[in-house]
């Protein structure tokens, strides 16, 4: 079955504790990012990959890292979270960039930072 | 800069009534592509229909069809005959370049739409 996969779906940490969430796609797509989904602001891209090795930051970079390693996997890291990255994550793949290519989501990852 | 905006944070709908959900987008990029995503309280995120630029035609999905006014920037989400299975928060979002010339995929805030048996 063609899926992204997040894990964790939920984590609660405290301040200051690095945490890694995982997103791995099995559908050999190209282009990866990373959203946050926050009440009234809809969806905000934080990183995106459109390969292996490329990366580059979206909307709200600020306090979160990215690699993109091998083409499946793109994690997402908390060096130092702090309680305003208390947020919903999704991780998004899509074949490449392209305007028809609809982006899969994964099941979502709601961290809570205490 | 690329914008959506969704301006109504919230409806409700008399089930199998139609219901009309409101987008306009802005962008300097011709060549762009306007996405729906559903979003049920379980959180996931479920495509529902596309509509490139250059489409002649209104793209429709099943009950979903997308009113495209090009000249107006706006793309607006019909769903015929609603259900109480439509009870959900619903994305617009546009696929297009930025002044850098990646391609960036931005939401609007959503409209969450309730269905009332």
């Known amino acids: 079955e063609a899926q992204v996969t997040q894990n964790p779906r939920y984590l609660i940490t405290v301040t200051g504790k690095k945490l890694t969430v995982t997103c791995s796609q099995n559908m050999n797509h190209e282009y990866m990012s990373w959203y946050r989904q926050d009440p009234g602001l809809g969806l905000r891209q934080i990183y995106y990959s459109m390969n292996v090795e490329v990366t580059d930051k979206g909307d709200v970079p600020e306090g979160y890292k990215v690699s993109r390693k091998e083409k499946r996997n793109f994690p997402l890291i908390l060096e130092s979270p702090s309680p305003n990255q208390t947020s919903l994550y999704f991780c998004?793949?899509?074949?490449?960039?392209?305007?028809?290519?609809?982006?899969?989501f994964g099941q979502g990852t709601r961290l809570t930072v205490v | 800069a690329q914008k959506i905006t969704q301006t109504q944070p919230g409806m409700f709908v008399q089930e199998k009534e139609a219901v009309t959900l409101d987008c306009t987008y802005d962008t300097s990029d011709p060549s762009y592509g306007l996405f729906w995503y559903k979003q049920p309280s379980s959180g996931e995120m479920i495509f529902l229909i596309y509509?490139?630029?250059?489409?002649?035609q209104n793209a429709t999905e099943g009950r979903y069809s997308l009113n495209f006014q090009k000249a107006r920037k706006s793309a607006n989400l019909v769903i015929s005959a609603s259900q109480l299975g439509d009870s959900a928060m619903y994305f617009c979002?546009?696929?297009?370049?930025?002044?850098?010339?990646?391609?960036?995929?931005?939401f609007g805030t959503g409209t969450r739409l309730t269905i009332i048996p």
């Open positions: 979002a546009m696929s297009a370049d930025d002044n850098f010339g990646n391609e960036k995929l931005t």
């Open positions: 509509q490139g630029s250059y489409d002649q």
């Open positions: 998004a793949s899509s074949l490449v960039y392209g305007r028809g290519t609809e982006a899969f």
